[in-house]
């Protein structure tokens, strides 16, 4: 066993001892104790005690041998140690079979203090037991050769015992030491122990008041929480208890409300009752005396009222088994009251109407035969007027429609135009839901655009024209959200094109008319689209054509059969339900579409690619010029659009033709402008002076300046 271990075993038994079992007090010294007052165990010596002093203490037996009463043979005392074989009583077996016994010896107690139970396990270990001296062993009488042996054996063991004490001395020396040593490290290691559950109970005690601390706040919390959440609930449960009261008091509100309601709903039940009663009875054929309505017609007014009285008598035969009626009752009962007094007011107005168109009739006969009468005189008015024209076109050479050529051209495009508006008349006029949603997606797509064309920047023009372009092209345009394509509908190409056109002239006939500037960009487009899109130039110029004959030039004459009001229509008039439009308004939309028609021969889109000539470019508005002062000129009309074509086209005609351009205008000063002032009347001159001063001053300054609004190079780049 190592040494480590004995210490170990020395501490437990240490522990174990009642000295161990001492609890310190470090007030023992001021009390005046003992500091082993504690220990009241008796000292005594261990049982094991009684070997050990023997070992050390007691002498040899003697030597002497006493013989046997019966064999004679002399038996020393051995020790049973010695003996390899003693029994419990001490006997030891000698060679003659004889027996000599010894007692157990006694415990022997001493007064000094009992070792540990450690110290007395190693003693155990050591030494064997001995048998103390007791009352006078038995003597057995051995031989001299047996006492020899046993003197020689009590030699040897005596010298043996000498050696054990000194080695036990030693061995006693080195376990003091090492219980010194162990008992210093065992108390040390106490201390360390005590000091130790010192700070685990200073530190057990600190938890503990940590987590009661904690607990107190969490309980303080849930107190708070508690005491809110029931104040809360108090508060909930009062306005619950407001909320009911005040839904009591409403209740019982609502139904004194009601009651008074219902009585008011079953008096104005009864006024509308009689009130019907009475109308009624002025429905009723026999009470008319009026013969300008038919029989038929009072009797269904008849049939009606009386429907409306048996409705309105179902609504009071409930309220007369003691129910109020409802809102349902008196809505019913109310529009009963209203039908009843539409028609009595629609009989009235049958009655009125039919008085009025007999009236009406008497007075229509006798305006039409007064129309007549005046139609027929200004048929004869105006056949002699061309008459006269014609007979004085003759006389001095000038004609009084344009040369047939020009005539075929526009008679070309006019039906043109109208084959291609029977083509979509399917779309032009649509009975489905789906084709009437394309109608009106296409009309958007198609007149926005030019819509918003404008003057501002020239990115914003580009963006336009590319829009219009994308979309006859085919292509898919955004409108409202929305993909818009041409390909949508067979006829959605032509169609587009055709209202696209019709726009563009309806741009210079109001925007353009209104304001002259306007006339360039919206010109520069139709033109760049021209260019393109062909189809759309033709249906251009068929609308203006057909909107201003003037720009053709062509004087549509008056045929057989043709009233006033058409024959107007075709030179250009507005006619409407008021009458013809006042002469200042016509001439302000033909000055805005000639304006825009001299302005688009005369531009090309800048990002074309220009190759080739322009689809109608200068050589059409000189064509326009010259045919002009070959025809005869009317009033008013000539002189204003010759001023507006001049005043936009004369500056690109003067770079262009020069001095042939120079001639034409001297022409036009010295000999047409006096046909003009032959036939305009002294109170039309306007148009006349203006024209006259323009020529006067560019021939005198051989210049035409620009006209205003002409786009220049800045602007693209806007």
């Not at 005594?44 to 023997?54: H, K, P, R």
């Not at 000539?638 to 351009?661: H, I, P, R, S």
């Amino acid at each position: 066993m190592s040494n480590v271990d004995l210490r170990w075993d020395t501490l437990h038994a240490l522990k174990n001892s009642p000295k161990g079992k001492l609890t310190f007090d470090p007030h023992w010294r001021e009390r005046g104790e003992d500091i082993l007052a504690g220990c009241k165990e008796a000292l005594c010596l261990s049982s094991n005690c009684g070997a050990t002093l023997d070992r050390l203490n007691s002498s040899f037996l003697e030597n002497s041998c006493f013989l046997s009463s019966s064999s004679g043979d002399l038996s020393p005392v051995v020790p049973p140690e010695i003996s390899t074989s003693a029994s419990s009583t001490g006997s030891l077996s000698c060679n003659n079979g004889k027996h000599t016994t010894i007692p157990k010896s006694l415990p022997l107690r001493v007064g000094s203090e009992q070792a540990p139970g450690d110290e007395a396990k190693v003693e155990d270990t050591e030494v064997s037991e001995v048998s103390s001296p007791t009352s006078p062993p038995t003597i057995s009488l051995l031989s001299p050769k047996a006492m020899e042996v046993v003197g020689r054996i009590v030699t040897f063991e005596d010298e043996q015992r000498e050696k054990a004490k000194v080695a036990l001395r030693l061995w006693q020396e080195v376990q003091e030491k090492l219980m010194v040593t162990v008992a210093s490290s065992a108390l040390e290691q106490f201390k360390r122990f005590e000091e130790f559950m010192e700070l685990k109970q200073r530190q057990e005690y600190q938890s503990m008041r940590d987590m009661m601390d904690r607990e107190t706040k969490e309980s303080i919390g849930r107190q708070e929480k508690l005491k809110e959440e029931q104040r809360h609930r108090m508060k909930i449960l009062n306005l619950r208890l407001r909320e009911a009261e005040q839904q009591r008091v409403r209740e019982a509100e609502l139904e004194r409300q009601r009651q008074v309601e219902g009585r008011e709903r079953v008096r104005n039940l009864n006024t509308i009752q009689e009130e019907i009663l009475q109308l009624n009875q002025l429905l009723d054929p026999s009470t008319q005396t009026k013969a300008d309505l038919p029989l038929a017609s009072l009797s269904s007014f008849s049939t009606r009222g009386n429907q409306l009285c048996s409705q309105v008598s179902e609504v009071v035969r409930k309220t007369a088994e003691g129910e109020f009626p409802s809102v349902d009752d008196m809505t019913v009962a109310e529009r009963a009251l209203h039908e009843m007094r539409a028609l009595i007011r629609l009989m009235q107005e049958e009655v009125t109407k039919a008085q009025e168109e007999k009236k009406k009739k008497e007075q229509e006969q006798e305006e039409e035969r007064r129309k007549q009468v005046e139609l027929q005189e200004k048929q004869e008015a105006l056949k002699k007027a061309v008459q006269s024209s014609k007979e004085k076109a003759q006389k001095e050479g000038l004609q009084n429609s344009a040369d047939d050529s020009t005539l075929k051209w526009y008679k070309e495009l006019q039906d043109s135009a109208a084959q291609c508006l029977q083509s979509f008349e399917q779309l032009n006029n649509p009975k489905e839901p789906q084709t009437k949603k394309l109608n009106l997606e296409f009309r958007k797509i198609a007149t926005t655009p030019v819509n918003q064309i404008s003057c501002n920047s020239g990115s914003q023009l580009r963006e336009i024209f590319d829009k219009i372009d994308k979309l006859l092209s085919g292509r898919d345009v955004l409108s409202g959200g929305r993909s818009v394509s041409t390909s949508q509908h067979p006829q959605g190409l032509q169609f587009v094109s055709y209202k696209l056109a019709e726009k563009f002239v309806k741009q210079g006939e109001e925007e353009v008319a209104s304001h002259h500037e306007a006339a360039f960009p919206i010109a520069i487009v139709a033109s760049g689209i021209w260019e393109l899109h062909p189809q759309v130039g033709d249906f251009f110029l068929a609308h203006l054509h057909k909107k201003c004959p003037y720009a053709v030039p062509h004087y549509p004459p008056m045929k057989e059969g043709t009233s006033v009001e058409e024959y107007q229509r075709i030179l250009g008039y507005h006619v409407g339900e008021s009458g013809v439009e006042v002469q200042d308004s016509f001439l302000k939309r033909m000055s805005g579409m000639i304006r825009l028609y001299a302005a688009v021969i005369q531009q090309r889109w800048p990002y074309g690619s220009k190759q080739g000539a322009a689809p109608h470019g200068l050589n059409h508005g000189w064509r326009w010029l010259a045919q002009m002062l070959n025809m005869e000129p009317l009033a008013d009309i000539t002189a204003t659009v010759l001023l507006d074509f001049l005043e936009v086209c004369g500056n690109a005609l003067m770079k262009e033709y020069q001095g042939q351009f120079w001639k034409l205008l001297l022409l036009l000063k010295e000999e047409y402008l006096q046909r003009i002032e032959a036939v305009t009347s002294s109170g039309q001159m306007g148009s006349v002076s203006r024209l006259k001063e323009f020529l006067e001053n560019s021939l005198q300054s051989r210049q035409i300046s620009q006209p205003k609004g002409q786009l220049s190079s800045s602007f693209w780049r806007s």
